[in-house]
């Protein structure tokens, strides 16, 4: 058996070993665990527990879970539909010869989809898009004490936005997200707050960089949309497998491990590769081909295990929404040879700063999803 330092990290690359971490117990996402973790991870704040902890992550699941399944969410599809034909209204109105999908559309569509569901105004949309991608800098595999400075400060920000929001609906309710949660059975105005952090981390990063991935995806292949329109569910799958934001996500042992024949002994500190586990040959046939017809099998795009994306299924929906309709409306939408996609750089989310396109000629009319376009 190969046993490993404990002050080394190990990157784990195969589908069954990343699978293997992130469905076991006995790990931690936890930062301040890490062994290279700098000081200025002992300055957390309560209200980040929640993502690392695994009593209170638990908790977490069991009172959003009902709010977030298929079944649950289905009825808000409407509402995703009118909120992506809105921004396309929007695109639609633009008078320069090139846009840029992320801010003009990407983007938009989960900011609204999130603002609607939390029923929050335009202070707070904002402050979500402004302080979310620091939020996230604390979930990064490299985080650095920079990193959690930047997040702990946009913490601070949102807590001041939200707070006021949640006592005001514990004096007022309605019928937002928001409300729902503070009549769950002894939840308390700090855990609400926390699930609203991790609702940002989830609802509004993830998807935005998955329907930019998927649009760029499809304008380098566009042989490949008439399978969108055909079975959007199946080609949504394939997207997040191929094309996921999701890259890197660190764990440390919370009990000696064993994943294949490695001995892993607590303390060590492990990178799950999740785009090479979802382009292992040994589970995939021509792993690195986008194939939007492919079976679907599962992959770990957004995850897997306790620690799964809680936006999961919210994001599939948004995305197929985005995608089908942008393709939809602007059939001849295309790349700009002069203008480059631009990438950010962090190695552990895969997305998009810039898609400059041209979009083309509009076609108004409703998707034609299950047709061969």
């Known amino acids: 058996m190969k046993d490993v330092p404990i002050d080394e990290v190990l990157v784990l690359t195969s589908y069954a070993d990343v699978s293997s971490v992130l469905r076991g117990v006995g790990w931690s996402n936890d930062p301040r665990l890490h062994y290279d973790a700098p000081p200025?991870?002992?300055?957390?704040?309560?209200?980040?527990?929640?993502?690392?902890?695994?009593?209170?992550?638990?908790?977490?699941?069991?009172?959003?879970?009902?709010?977030?399944?298929?079944?649950?969410?289905?009825?808000?599809?409407?509402?995703?539909s009118t909120i992506?034909?809105?921004?396309?209204?929007?695109?639609?109105?633009?008078?320069?010869?090139?846009?840029?999908?992320?801010h003009n559309y990407s983007e938009l569509i989960p900011l609204a989809v999130l603002s609607e569901l939390l029923d929050v105004g335009p202070e707070a949309a904002e402050a979500i898009r402004i302080h979310t991608a620091d939020v996230v800098k604390i979930l990064q595999v490299g985080s650095n004490a920079a990193d959690l400075a930047d997040s702990i400060d946009a913490a601070f920000e949102l807590t001041a936005v939200f707070t006021p929001l949640i006592v005001d609906r514990q004096k007022r309710p309605g019928n937002d997200l928001i409300s729902g949660l503070l009549a769950y059975g002894g939840v308390t105005v700090d855990e609400v707050l926390a699930i609203c952090m991790i609702l940002l981390a989830a609802g509004y990063?993830?998807?935005?960089?998955?329907?930019s991935n998927g649009v760029l995806a499809l304008l380098r292949q566009p042989d490949q949309r008439k399978y969108l329109f055909a079975d959007p569910a199946r080609a949504v799958e394939e997207l997040l497998r191929v094309a996921g934001s999701i890259r890197l996500l660190k764990r440390t042992a919370l009990i000696d491990q064993k994943i294949g024949d490695l001995d892993i002994p607590t303390g060590t500190t492990v990178v799950v590769d999740l785009h090479r586990a979802n382009t292992?040959?040994?589970?995939?046939?021509?792993?690195?081909?986008?194939?939007?017809?492919?079976?679907p099998r599962a992959h770990v795009g957004l995850g897997k295990g306790a620690h799964m994306c809680l936006g999961a299924t919210l994001g599939r929906i948004q995305t197929g929404e985005a995608l089908t309709r942008l393709f939809t409306r602007f059939p001849d939408i295309r790349l700009v040879d002069s203008h480059r996609p631009q990438w950010r750089t962090m190695k552990e989310l895969q997305g998009l700063l810039a898609l400059p396109v041209k979009l083309g000629p509009e076609f108004r009319g409703a998707p034609e999803l299950g047709a061969d376009r």
């Not at 704040?45 to 009593?55: N, R, S, T």
């Not at 992506?84 to 992320?102: K, N, R, W």
């Open 84 to 102: 992506v034909d809105a921004v396309l209204d929007g695109l639609a109105e633009e008078t320069s010869d090139i846009v840029d999908l992320v």
């Open 205 to 211: 990063e993830t998807p935005a960089d998955t329907i």
């Open 280 to 295: 292992d040959p040994r589970r995939y046939a021509d792993p690195e081909r986008m194939d939007l017809t492919r079976q």
């Open 40 to 80: 200025e991870a002992a300055k957390i704040p309560p209200i980040f527990l929640m993502f690392f902890d695994e009593v209170d992550h638990h908790r977490v699941r069991e009172i959003l879970n009902p709010t977030f399944t298929r079944s649950a969410l289905e009825p808000i599809r409407p509402l995703i």
